[in-house]
């Protein structure tokens, strides 16, 4: 959580509202009182995007899909 007071905020609205949308939880208060806290809307949420991680796994055994031993009573 990241808290703010309202001079700060109205210095710097672009940069807190930009923290938002990058899923920080900015809250601003008044004299050390929470206050409100911005939100993003669901329609402003960026879309999922498939295929970030080109190259995460690099090897897997050839056995990755073989079964378990440990399941062999519940088949």
């Known amino acids: ?4 007071n ?3 905020a ?4 672009s ?3 930009r923290e938002a949308l990058e899923g920080e939880e ?9 206050l409100v806290r ?3 809307l669901p329609e402003a949420r960026g879309a999922r995007q498939l295929g970030t991680a080109p190259g995460l ?3 897997m055994d050839e056995d990755f899909d073989a079964p378990l031993e440990d399941f ?4």
């Open 57 to 59: 796994i690099v090897r």
């Open 15 to 17: 940069r807190l509202i």
């Open 10 to 13: 109205k210095t710097h609205l």
């Open 26 to 34: 900015v809250v601003i208060a008044k004299g050390n009182r929470p």
């Open 6 to 8: 309202i001079h700060e």
């Open 72 to 75: 062999d009573d519940y088949s």
């Open 1 to 4: 959580m990241h808290q703010v």
């Open 38 to 40: 911005l939100d993003v």
